[in-house]
């Protein structure tokens, strides 16, 4: 073979070689966290502390899925890069590899969030890029992290040559804790970012505390004293699909005391389940929906008939639109339906918070 030949069989194997951008990596440890309670400062967990040893074990269990977990940051690099380990890589088959194990970047463009890019996890430990050839201007980055596993270890890349940094917040805009099932969760977005407790973080420029547990948002009082104690501008309460009737009307009014209890005057929003797709063709279905909801509304009523002051009601009515085209499995929310629900919570959030304000 001609040195000429070999040389060109070399480029065309390995076109890369000696061009390879040197990547200098960030413990993320090192950054303050927004999406967490107070608590659980220093950790990858929504919720730490002695008080969760009294919740039920698989709420303590999804406690440590990062769902709604996410860092701002500022970065003038023209790459951002991701290596990071889960505590356990899932597969579910309602939902992508990117929304359960990945991470979802978006970057500030004048004056509003963009999708910038995803880290497509590959196994347990993974590296991606998520940015590439960027114009190098110094602008905020929000990483939102995966929806359904814990995270052990992560750190961002960026080119040694630029700077990454935290600005420091001077004022609050705002605080919302919503608690829910596994649509509140993030079940079935396509990507972290893109659940509706992300979206409406984003429409509304306030953090949003996503403490959906999975099949496991059953109003116990127990969950109540702990996130009684999680400082909120406004409590939501998206739980109705998880429980059943019954346990709705015997549980919903001492959660909702139990809340108020500890947090007097903050809002509280409570919201009907979304009528399920397949339950227009199962009667049994239907039927229960109603009756959860039914439930919820009675309590909702008893609560105001005995002076419970501050409390919001959001019937299922128009939640993901009247055209049956919003979910994965007739349940859980496709992007669409995740978009529709922040649509439809985000003007009735933004009143109550600037009542708050005036």
């Known amino acids: 073979m001609k040195p000429s030949t070999f040389l060109l069989l070399l480029l065309f194997l390995f076109p890369f070689v000696g061009t390879a951008q040197q990547v200098k990596y960030y413990d993320v440890q090192d950054f303050q966290l927004k ?9 990858y967990q929504r919720l730490t502390g002695e008080d969760i040893e009294a919740l039920p074990h698989r709420v303590q269990e999804l406690s ?5 977990i996410y860092l701002d940051f500022w970065t003038d690099s023209p790459i951002v890069n991701l290596r990071w380990e889960v505590d356990q890589y899932r597969s579910l088959k309602n939902m992508t590899p990117i929304a359960i194990n990945g991470f979802d970047l978006y970057a500030e463009n004048e004056g509003s969030w963009q999708y910038a890019g995803v880290a497509v996890p590959q196994e347990k430990q993974s590296t991606a890029n998520m940015l590439r050839h960027g114009d190098g201007k110094m602008r905020q980055y929000r990483l939102y992290f995966p929806l359904y596993t814990g995270l052990v270890h992560l750190e961002i890349g960026i080119d040694p040559g630029s700077r990454i940094w935290q600005q420091e917040e001077t004022s609050s805009p705002g605080r919302i804790l919503i608690y829910g099932s596994s649509i509140t969760q993030g079940a079935s977005a396509s990507r972290p970012g893109m659940a509706f407790p992300s979206l409406l973080s984003r429409m509304l420029d306030v953090e949003v505390l996503n403490f959906g547990f999975s099949g496991s948002g059953k109003m116990e009082v127990e969950v109540a004293q702990v996130l009684s104690q999680i400082p909120s501008d406004v409590i939501v309460l998206d739980c109705v699909p998880n429980p059943s009737p019954e346990e709705i009307a015997q549980r919903t009014i001492p959660f909702v005391k139990r809340l108020r209890q500890s947090q007097p005057s903050t809002p509280i929003v409570m919201v009907e389940s979304v009528f399920r797709e397949h339950a227009h063709w ?5 039927q229960n929906v109603n009756l959860q909801n039914a439930a919820f509304k009675k309590a909702y009523q008893e609560l105001l008939g005995q002076g419970i002051a501050g409390l919001y ?4 009515e128009g939640h993901i639109g009247s055209d049956h085209e919003a979910t994965i499995d007739g349940t859980h929310f ?3 339906g995740h978009y529709r629900m922040a649509q439809k919570l985000a003007p009735i959030l933004s009143n109550i918070l600037n009542g708050l304000s005036n």
């Open 64 to 68: 440590r899925n990062t769902a709604g």
């Open 313 to 316: 009601y959001v019937s299922s």
């Open 334 to 336: 496709s992007d669409l």
């Open 35 to 43: 999406g967490q309670a107070d608590q659980a400062t220093g950790t």
């Open 282 to 286: 199962n009667t049994d279905l239907q």
